[in-house]
């Protein structure tokens, strides 16, 4: 049965200030880092690429790698990519499979997948003793959820699925564990990651960035895959610091030629669902409620299962999640585009961000042209996950339309520079952006202190 969409509770918002060296100071950088990055949970690892114990991930976080490891009971765990005895990292590689131990290339300590150090040369040559059944890695807590994995560096921090709040329920009804990655790219952005999650915390830009709207141009007219007029837009945040926005659509919102005829792919889509694209003629509009029914009609002899336990507004409309602190997703009736960022190392005017798309078992029947992924990546035979591909974003494009937020993203770190930038003026709908910031400073002063002011 359908799942009603459910209304979120709506917390207050101040006016909080949102200057610029937020997003150029080295101090502030450590401090969210502290304050932040170490206490909430985030999400790393999938698990549909690690599916046999020994089967490894590392990724970077700031300036930590984790090292994530299916156990021989199914399970994952997670650690610090580092060896106990003089802090080599254990592994280089972004994923692999260790048969029984993990061997630090400096003196050939060795770490069983648990964590436990089991070989250390000359063992009886410390005078703390032998090391081996007293070492172990240092581990993080770990949990997995909707398919991906998810770590936490704080040992008292509490469990994911309170920290997700509503995302929780309503991403399993949607089976994203069982959806496959068809298209990943990646690169290093020179901004700091807070523009990259801003961006995506309102649809106030994409009429201009995205459909070249001008001053004069009529907003509510403006027609596009998706319907970006804020008055017929749902903005809802969570308690927990998380944000959705649903935007009506998909495809439905289409285009039509000079006679009112549905354009492509709309045209397509409706074909593909056994509707008639000239019973639309000159009424768009209408498409949104008619690809809705069809697809809860026919969707399930399909294979499309969840489509049973969905929100009907879920079968056509954009779905726009940013999860608190660094990771934004749009997720539509078989796709889930994921937008992940993460801080780099030592440069607050840099940062990691990934262009990555899920699809649905049933919808990659689909003809191509309706799939949202644009195209198909080099595919891991193994297991069957697209590999992720390293953009250079000044020499190929990272994704369409992602290409012309990346552009933004690139000039306003510049004007976070200058000292004539004040602070932020900013809109009710894009109150997700201050509703972000006002959360990142009570981390930091409920973790680290004072935030620090420049």
């Not at 994923?95 to 964590?115: E, I, M, Q, T």
């Not at 056994?274 to 498409?287: A, I, R, S, V, Y």
């Not at 697209?386 to 250079?392: G, L, T």
């Not at 990346?406 to 109150?431: C, D, H, I, M, P």
């Amino acid at each position: 049965m359908a799942e009603p969409l459910e209304s979120w509770p709506q917390p207050d918002i101040g006016n909080h200030p949102i200057h610029g060296y937020r997003y150029t100071s080295t101090a502030f950088m450590r401090q969210e880092w502290e304050g932040v990055w170490a206490k909430v949970w985030l999400l790393l690892g999938r698990e549909a690429e690690m599916p046999q114990p020994g089967d490894w991930q590392m990724e970077p976080v700031g300036p930590e790698e984790v090292l994530m490891v299916r156990q021989a009971d199914g399970s994952v765990k997670a650690f610090y990519n580092v060896c106990q005895h003089r802090g080599n990292p254990l592994v280089s590689e972004p994923k692999g499979h260790v048969r029984r131990r993990f061997v630090c290339k400096y003196h050939s300590w060795a770490f069983l997948p648990d964590g436990e150090l089991n070989f250390a040369p000359d063992k009886n040559d410390f005078p703390e003793g032998d090391p081996c059944g007293k070492v172990r890695l240092v581990e993080l807590k770990c949990e997995t959820f909707a398919g991906f994995i998810w770590v936490n560096m704080d040992p008292n921090a509490g469990s994911l699925q309170s920290y997700l709040g509503p995302i929780w329920d309503e991403w399993q009804r949607r089976e994203i564990h069982t959806w496959k990655r068809t298209m990943a790219n990646s690169t290093t952005l020179p901004c700091n990651w807070k523009i990259v999650i801003d961006n995506f915390n309102e649809s106030y830009h994409v009429p201009t960035v995205h459909m070249r709207a001008k001053p004069g141009s009529d907003r509510k007219k403006i027609v596009g895959n998706i319907d970006t007029y804020y008055k017929e837009t749902r903005f809802d945040l969570s308690e927990e610091g998380h944000n959705r926005m649903v935007m009506k659509g998909g495809y439905a919102a289409g285009n039509t030629d000079a006679e009112g005829n549905i354009a492509e792919p709309l045209a397509s889509l409706l074909r593909y669902w056994e509707l008639d694209p000239e019973d639309f003629k000159g009424h768009p509009e209408n498409t949104r409620e008619a690809l809705q029914a069809a697809k809860r009609r026919l969707g399930p002899g399909r294979g499309y299962s969840h489509y049973a336990s969905v929100p009907t507004e879920q079968l056509t409309d954009a779905f726009h999640y940013t999860l608190f602190p660094n990771f934004a997703v749009s997720l539509w009736s078989d796709g889930f585009h994921f937008l992940r960022v993460r801080p780099h190392h030592r440069d607050p005017e840099q940062c990691y961000f990934d262009n990555w798309w899920y699809s649905s078992t049933a919808s990659l029947a689909e003809p191509s042209s309706l799939q949202r992924s644009h195209a198909r990546a080099d595919i891991d035979e193994q297991t069957g996950e697209a590999k992720v591909r390293q953009i250079d974003p000044q020499k190929e494009s990272i994704g369409p339309a992602i290409e012309e937020d990346v552009a933004v993203f690139v000039t306003q770190q510049r004007g976070f520079r200058s000292r004539g930038y004040q602070k932020v003026y900013l809109s009710n709908q894009e109150k997700r952006i201050r509703r972000y910031h006002e959360l990142i400073d009570r981390y930091i002063e409920r973790n680290v202190g004072p935030v620090v002011q420049e």
